[in-house]
Protein backbone atom coordinates (compact mmCIF):
# COMPACT_ATOMS: atom_id res chain seq x y z
CA UNK A 1 0.00 0.00 0.00
CA UNK A 2 1.16 3.34 -0.97
CA UNK A 3 2.87 5.01 2.62
CA UNK A 4 5.31 7.36 2.99
CA UNK A 5 8.23 5.38 0.96
CA UNK A 6 6.15 4.67 -2.31
CA UNK A 7 4.77 8.01 -2.75
CA UNK A 8 8.52 9.56 -2.07
CA UNK A 9 9.39 7.39 -4.91
CA UNK A 10 6.22 8.33 -7.30
CA UNK A 11 7.56 12.04 -6.32
CA UNK A 12 11.28 11.21 -7.85
CA UNK A 13 9.48 9.69 -10.78
CA UNK A 14 7.14 12.74 -11.17
CA UNK A 15 10.05 14.46 -11.98
CA UNK A 16 9.55 13.03 -15.84
CA UNK A 17 6.55 14.70 -16.37
CA UNK A 18 7.82 18.51 -15.10
CA UNK A 19 7.79 21.08 -18.14
CA UNK A 20 5.72 19.48 -20.76
CA UNK A 21 3.02 21.25 -21.92
CA UNK A 22 -0.69 19.59 -20.74
CA UNK A 23 -2.76 18.42 -23.64
CA UNK A 24 -5.75 16.80 -22.74
CA UNK A 25 -7.18 15.58 -18.87
CA UNK A 26 -9.01 12.55 -18.73
CA UNK A 27 -10.52 11.48 -15.27
CA UNK A 28 -13.53 9.54 -15.93
CA UNK A 29 -14.41 8.55 -12.13
CA UNK A 30 -16.33 10.95 -10.38
CA UNK A 31 -16.11 9.20 -7.00
CA UNK A 32 -12.33 9.79 -7.53
CA UNK A 33 -12.42 13.58 -7.68
CA UNK A 34 -12.64 14.76 -4.34
CA UNK A 35 -13.92 18.15 -2.71
CA UNK A 36 -16.45 18.97 -5.18
CA UNK A 37 -13.72 18.75 -8.32
CA UNK A 38 -15.19 17.07 -11.44
CA UNK A 39 -13.79 16.30 -14.71
CA UNK A 40 -14.37 19.42 -16.53
CA UNK A 41 -13.28 22.07 -13.98
CA UNK A 42 -9.94 19.64 -14.06
CA UNK A 43 -9.57 19.96 -17.57
CA UNK A 44 -10.25 23.54 -17.38
CA UNK A 45 -7.32 23.81 -14.66
CA UNK A 46 -4.63 21.59 -16.01
CA UNK A 47 -4.88 21.91 -19.79
CA UNK A 48 -2.62 24.36 -21.99
CA UNK A 49 -0.19 24.24 -18.22
CA UNK A 50 2.44 22.36 -17.23
CA UNK A 51 4.11 20.88 -14.31
CA UNK A 52 6.83 23.07 -12.25
CA UNK A 53 7.20 21.13 -9.23
CA UNK A 54 6.45 17.95 -7.09
CA UNK A 55 6.45 17.23 -4.07
CA UNK A 56 5.84 14.83 -1.29
CA UNK A 57 4.00 15.77 1.99
CA UNK A 58 3.21 12.43 4.19
CA UNK A 59 0.99 9.87 1.79
CA UNK A 60 0.48 12.86 -0.67
CA UNK A 61 2.39 13.91 -3.98
CA UNK A 62 1.72 17.17 -5.21
CA UNK A 63 2.12 19.01 -8.31
CA UNK A 64 2.74 22.38 -8.50
CA UNK A 65 1.15 24.16 -12.00
CA UNK A 66 2.67 26.41 -14.29
CA UNK A 67 1.12 30.14 -14.64
CA UNK A 68 0.22 30.47 -10.97
CA UNK A 69 -1.60 27.70 -11.91
CA UNK A 70 -3.77 25.57 -8.79
CA UNK A 71 -1.57 22.50 -7.23
CA UNK A 72 -3.08 19.27 -7.97
CA UNK A 73 -3.17 16.81 -4.91
CA UNK A 74 -2.60 13.19 -5.68
CA UNK A 75 -3.88 10.60 -2.92
CA UNK A 76 -3.07 7.02 -3.71
CA UNK A 77 -5.20 5.01 -1.06
CA UNK A 78 -4.21 1.73 -0.45
CA UNK A 79 -4.01 0.48 -4.25
CA UNK A 80 -3.03 3.46 -6.29
CA UNK A 81 0.16 3.43 -8.78
CA UNK A 82 1.54 6.22 -10.13
CA UNK A 83 2.89 5.73 -14.28
CA UNK A 84 4.66 8.58 -16.61
CA UNK A 85 5.22 7.20 -20.04
CA UNK A 86 3.96 3.48 -18.81
CA UNK A 87 6.61 3.08 -16.28
CA UNK A 88 5.58 2.83 -12.93
CA UNK A 89 7.10 4.45 -9.97
CA UNK A 90 6.47 1.04 -7.80
CA UNK A 91 6.03 -2.32 -9.27
CA UNK A 92 4.46 -4.10 -6.66
CA UNK A 93 2.01 -3.11 -3.81
CA UNK A 94 0.92 -5.14 -1.23
CA UNK A 95 -3.01 -5.93 -0.81
CA UNK A 96 -3.31 -4.55 -4.34
CA UNK A 97 -3.53 -5.92 -7.76
CA UNK A 98 -0.66 -4.98 -9.72
CA UNK A 99 -1.84 -5.74 -13.27
CA UNK A 100 -1.90 -3.57 -15.96
CA UNK A 101 -5.44 -2.73 -16.94
CA UNK A 102 -6.31 0.21 -18.29
CA UNK A 103 -9.98 0.22 -16.92
CA UNK A 104 -8.38 1.15 -13.39
CA UNK A 105 -7.12 4.29 -14.66
CA UNK A 106 -8.54 6.79 -12.65
CA UNK A 107 -6.79 9.98 -14.08
CA UNK A 108 -4.76 10.36 -17.66
CA UNK A 109 -2.64 13.70 -18.16
CA UNK A 110 -1.54 13.68 -21.50
CA UNK A 111 1.10 15.89 -22.48
CA UNK A 112 1.65 17.48 -26.53
CA UNK A 113 4.57 15.18 -26.76
CA UNK A 114 2.69 12.47 -26.61
CA UNK A 115 3.54 11.07 -23.31
CA UNK A 116 1.42 10.93 -20.47
CA UNK A 117 0.99 10.85 -16.58
CA UNK A 118 -1.71 8.54 -15.14
CA UNK A 119 -3.14 6.56 -11.55
CA UNK A 120 -4.21 3.43 -11.76
CA UNK A 121 -6.04 2.40 -8.65
CA UNK A 122 -8.26 -0.74 -8.30
CA UNK A 123 -9.87 -0.20 -5.40
CA UNK A 124 -10.69 3.52 -6.11
CA UNK A 125 -9.40 4.34 -2.51
CA UNK A 126 -7.25 6.84 -3.44
CA UNK A 127 -8.34 10.56 -5.03
CA UNK A 128 -7.37 13.53 -6.60
CA UNK A 129 -7.81 17.32 -5.63
CA UNK A 130 -6.65 21.01 -6.04
CA UNK A 131 -5.06 22.67 -3.76
CA UNK A 132 -5.41 20.48 -0.71
CA UNK A 133 -5.26 22.18 2.54
CA UNK A 134 -1.32 21.41 2.67
CA UNK A 135 -1.74 22.65 6.71
CA UNK A 136 -3.95 20.60 8.16
CA UNK A 137 -1.12 17.38 7.20
CA UNK A 138 0.97 17.05 10.91
CA UNK A 139 4.85 17.25 10.48
CA UNK A 140 6.58 14.82 7.92
CA UNK A 141 7.55 11.43 9.57
CA UNK A 142 10.92 11.94 7.71
CA UNK A 143 11.95 15.34 9.79
CA UNK A 144 10.20 14.01 13.15
CA UNK A 145 12.62 14.99 16.24
CA UNK A 146 12.27 13.59 19.32
CA UNK A 147 10.61 16.59 20.66
CA UNK A 148 7.84 16.45 18.28
CA UNK A 149 7.09 12.56 18.51
CA UNK A 150 7.22 13.82 22.17
CA UNK A 151 4.51 16.99 21.63
CA UNK A 152 2.44 14.42 19.66
CA UNK A 153 2.03 11.40 22.06
CA UNK A 154 1.93 13.58 25.22
CA UNK A 155 -0.88 12.96 27.23
CA UNK A 156 -2.77 10.95 24.48
CA UNK A 157 -5.37 8.62 25.50
CA UNK A 158 -5.93 7.05 22.12
CA UNK A 159 -4.09 3.48 20.88
CA UNK A 160 -0.30 4.41 20.11
CA UNK A 161 -0.98 2.91 16.85
CA UNK A 162 -4.10 4.94 15.95
CA UNK A 163 -1.97 8.60 16.78
CA UNK A 164 0.97 7.27 14.76
CA UNK A 165 -1.16 6.94 12.23
CA UNK A 166 -3.55 9.96 12.39
CA UNK A 167 -1.94 12.18 9.44
CA UNK A 168 -3.09 15.57 11.24
CA UNK A 169 -0.49 14.58 13.90
CA UNK A 170 2.37 12.84 11.60
CA UNK A 171 2.07 12.89 7.81
CA UNK A 172 3.50 9.77 6.21
CA UNK A 173 3.41 7.00 7.95
CA UNK A 174 0.25 4.05 7.38
CA UNK A 175 -0.41 0.34 8.36
CA UNK A 176 2.55 -1.69 7.38
CA UNK A 177 5.40 1.16 8.41
CA UNK A 178 3.74 1.64 11.96
CA UNK A 179 3.75 -1.82 13.02
CA UNK A 180 7.19 -2.44 11.78
CA UNK A 181 8.13 0.24 13.85
CA UNK A 182 6.21 -1.00 17.26
CA UNK A 183 7.54 -4.64 16.40
CA UNK A 184 11.36 -3.42 16.47
CA UNK A 185 10.78 -0.92 19.13
CA UNK A 186 8.80 -4.18 21.51
CA UNK A 187 5.81 -1.66 21.95
CA UNK A 188 2.39 -2.43 22.14
CA UNK A 189 0.27 -0.91 19.72
CA UNK A 190 -2.83 -0.76 21.82
CA UNK A 191 -1.03 1.26 24.61
CA UNK A 192 -2.39 4.73 25.17
CA UNK A 193 -0.26 7.08 23.19
CA UNK A 194 0.43 9.27 26.38
CA UNK A 195 1.80 5.90 28.43
CA UNK A 196 5.28 5.81 27.40
CA UNK A 197 8.23 6.63 29.36
CA UNK A 198 11.25 8.63 28.46
CA UNK A 199 13.07 5.34 27.91
CA UNK A 200 10.37 3.70 25.45
CA UNK A 201 9.75 7.15 23.64
CA UNK A 202 13.29 7.50 22.72
CA UNK A 203 13.16 3.65 22.16
CA UNK A 204 10.13 4.36 19.49
CA UNK A 205 11.50 7.61 18.08
CA UNK A 206 14.81 5.22 17.13
CA UNK A 207 12.75 2.19 15.88
CA UNK A 208 10.61 4.69 13.54
CA UNK A 209 14.20 6.12 12.02
CA UNK A 210 15.24 2.54 11.54
CA UNK A 211 12.79 1.00 9.91
CA UNK A 212 11.81 4.22 7.12
CA UNK A 213 15.52 3.85 6.73
CA UNK A 214 15.72 0.06 6.37
CA UNK A 215 12.35 -0.31 4.20
CA UNK A 216 13.26 2.29 2.01
CA UNK A 217 17.06 0.86 1.12
CA UNK A 218 14.81 -2.62 0.57
CA UNK A 219 12.36 -1.27 -1.58
CA UNK A 220 8.79 -0.19 0.31
CA UNK A 221 7.07 -0.27 3.03
CA UNK A 222 5.93 -4.13 2.52
CA UNK A 223 9.47 -5.07 3.30
CA UNK A 224 9.35 -5.48 6.78
CA UNK A 225 10.65 -8.38 9.06
CA UNK A 226 7.07 -8.77 10.36
CA UNK A 227 5.31 -8.46 6.80
CA UNK A 228 6.20 -12.67 6.00
CA UNK A 229 4.08 -13.53 9.70
CA UNK A 230 1.35 -10.34 8.43
CA UNK A 231 -1.54 -13.64 8.68
CA UNK A 232 -3.39 -15.52 10.80
CA UNK A 233 -1.36 -18.72 11.74
CA UNK A 234 1.69 -16.07 11.90
CA UNK A 235 4.71 -16.85 14.42
CA UNK A 236 7.28 -13.70 15.93
CA UNK A 237 9.43 -13.91 13.65
CA UNK A 238 12.25 -12.78 17.13
CA UNK A 239 10.44 -15.21 19.26
CA UNK A 240 8.07 -17.81 17.89
CA UNK A 241 5.04 -16.17 19.93
CA UNK A 242 1.69 -16.25 17.90
CA UNK A 243 1.17 -12.77 17.00
CA UNK A 244 -1.88 -10.92 18.05
CA UNK A 245 -4.35 -10.35 15.55
CA UNK A 246 -6.83 -7.47 16.45
CA UNK A 247 -8.07 -4.12 14.90
CA UNK A 248 -6.62 -0.77 16.09
CA UNK A 249 -7.51 2.71 14.72
CA UNK A 250 -9.30 0.82 12.08
CA UNK A 251 -7.12 -1.33 10.56
CA UNK A 252 -5.64 -4.77 11.05
CA UNK A 253 -2.62 -5.01 13.05
CA UNK A 254 -0.07 -7.45 13.83
CA UNK A 255 2.10 -7.33 16.91
CA UNK A 256 3.99 -9.98 19.49
CA UNK A 257 2.59 -10.48 22.92
CA UNK A 258 6.11 -11.42 24.15
CA UNK A 259 8.16 -8.82 23.59
CA UNK A 260 5.64 -5.71 22.30
CA UNK A 261 4.44 -4.15 26.12
Not at 229 to 240: F, I, K, S, Y
Amino acid sequence: MPELIEVAAYRELAELALERKISEVVAPDAWWLKRGLSADVLSDALVGRHFLGARRTGKRLLLDTSDHGPVLGLKFGMTGRLLVDGRAGVEKLEHSSNREVEAWDRLVVRFADGGDLRVRDPRRLGGAELDPEEARLGPDAVGLNLAGLRKVLDGGRIALKARLMDQSKIAGLGNLLVDEALFQGGLDPARPAGSLSDEELKRLHRALKRTLANLTRRGGSHTGVLQPARHREGLCPLDGAPLLRRTIGGRTTFSCPVHQR
